[in-house]
């Protein structure tokens, strides 16, 4: 995602951001160490998760995911408006034990809410 930590990856690669968009409602957030989110396609128990679309030069979708920290892998995620895209998936293994943090509907809101929650009461 723009402005972080892996945002580096797109970028060298001479991706460009096209827009945020949503998934359908289809879909589980875990945090993996608070360093990076996992996202899987459930059956069952999914929401509508904030992400952004980005255009991945073709020859630059590897380097891609071989930078992309183990468990990562690429994959359809549909859209909230029914269009299919490549994006990036947790395998099951990663998000084992990792906090899941599907109430938030995306990674931002997340981090969001842990800066506000390690920040602590206003003096």
């Known amino acids: 995602m723009r402005g972080l930590e892996l945002n580096g990856n797109l970028l060298a690669v001479g991706a460009e951001f096209v827009k945020e968009?949503?998934?359908s409602p289809a879909y589980r957030l875990w945090s993996i160490n608070d360093v990076h989110p996992a996202m899987q396609r459930v059956t069952a128990g999914g929401v509508s998760v904030d992400l952004e679309i980005w255009d991945?030069?073709?020859?630059?979708v590897a380097t891609v995911l071989l930078q992309e920290p183990p468990g990562l892998c690429i994959g359809k995620i549909e859209l909230?408006?029914?269009?299919?895209?490549l994006g990036v998936l947790?395998?099951?293994?990663?998000?084992?034990?990792?906090?899941?943090?599907?109430?938030?509907?995306?990674?931002?809101?997340?981090?969001?809410?842990r800066q506000t929650a390690t920040a602590g009461p206003s003096s």
């Open 80 to 85: 909230s408006d029914g269009d299919w895209v």
């Open 21 to 23: 968009a949503k998934t």
């Open 90 to 113: 947790g395998e099951a293994t990663l998000c084992e034990g990792k906090r899941e943090i599907t109430e938030y509907g995306g990674w931002r809101a997340y981090w969001a809410d």
């Open 56 to 60: 991945v030069p073709a020859d630059g």
